[in-house]
T-cell receptor, first 112, second 114 residues
Framework: DQQVKQNSPSLSVQEGRISILNCDYT??????FLWYKKYPAEGPTFLIS?????DKNEDGRFTVFLNKSAKHLSLHIVPSQPGDSAVYFC???????????FGTGTRLKVLA | KAGVTQTPRYLIKTRGQQVTLSCSPI?????VSWYQQTPGQGLQFLFE???????NKGNFPGRFSGRQFSNSRSEMNVSTLELGDSALYLC?????????????FGSGTQLSVL
């Protein structure tokens, strides 16, 4: 039972354009969401997060949007750069149980 | 501050053997969790330890076990290895007692089972 889903395994975007990565979840007890980026042969690194009491959080080129009613979040990268090419994982936390669940990942390729 | 350290970096084993992986968290971090990454399956949660106690467990068979020591270092053991256990095993640590804290990952141990 995949509680956090990333339905697009891969995405290609032209440099300078917007990248939009999507994530859906099923558990209404999740109250905190995070995005991680992973390069080959390295562990994932934290990118940006959002609490369930907010609907948007911005950090430089990265913005995360949360739609609680749809149980959907998205990561926007503007403008996209070749160095953003990596696998992106969304994650959700159930603060009551400390459970931290990751999605299956989306491989982003930014074309120069 | 040193990051999360995982050893060994690569490991090759044969079916039926057992393996122990090691993880040293960032100094001051008391929560350590383990994940299995395979192509198409994302990061599957194995278990999480906090102050030497297993706080959460994922849906893996009993062949997968772990422990945490008083210095917060953690080990993960897989017994009776199967071909399907071939994966990247990632360890992550986070601040003590935090619930919404970001995880800091090591580079992982790449396990190949032949």
């Amino acid at each position: 039972d995949q509680q956090v889903k990333q339905n697009s395994p891969s995405l290609s975007v032209q440099e300078g354009r917007i990248s939009i990565l999507n994530c859906d979840y099923t558990n209404s007890m999740f109250d905190y969401f995070l995005w991680y980026k992973k390069y080959p042969a390295e562990g994932p690194t934290f990118l940006i997060s959002i609490s369930s009491i907010k609907d948007k959080n911005e950090d430089g080129r990265f913005t995360v949007f949360l739609n609680k009613s749809a149980k959907h979040l998205s990561l926007h990268i503007v403008p996209s750069q070749p160095g953003d090419s990596a696998v992106y994982f969304c994650a959700a936390i159930d603060s009551g149980t400390y459970k931290y669940i990751f999605g299956t990942g989306t491989r982003l390729k930014v074309l120069a | 501050k040193a990051g999360v350290t995982q050893t060994p970096r690569y490991l090759i084993k044969t079916r039926g053997q057992q393996v122990t992986l090691s993880c040293s968290p960032i100094s001051g971090h008391r929560s350590v969790s383990w994940y299995q990454q395979t192509p198409g399956q994302g990061l599957q949660f194995l278990f999480e330890y906090f102050s030497e106690t297993q706080r959460n467990k994922g849906n893996f068979p009993g062949r997968f076990s772990g422990r945490q020591f008083s210095n917060s270092r953690s080990e993960m053991n897989v017994s009776t290895l199967e071909l399907g256990d071939s994966a990247l095993y990632l360890c992550a640590s986070s601040l003590p007692g935090a619930t919404n804290e970001k995880l800091f990952f090591g580079s992982g141990t790449q396990l190949s089972v032949l």
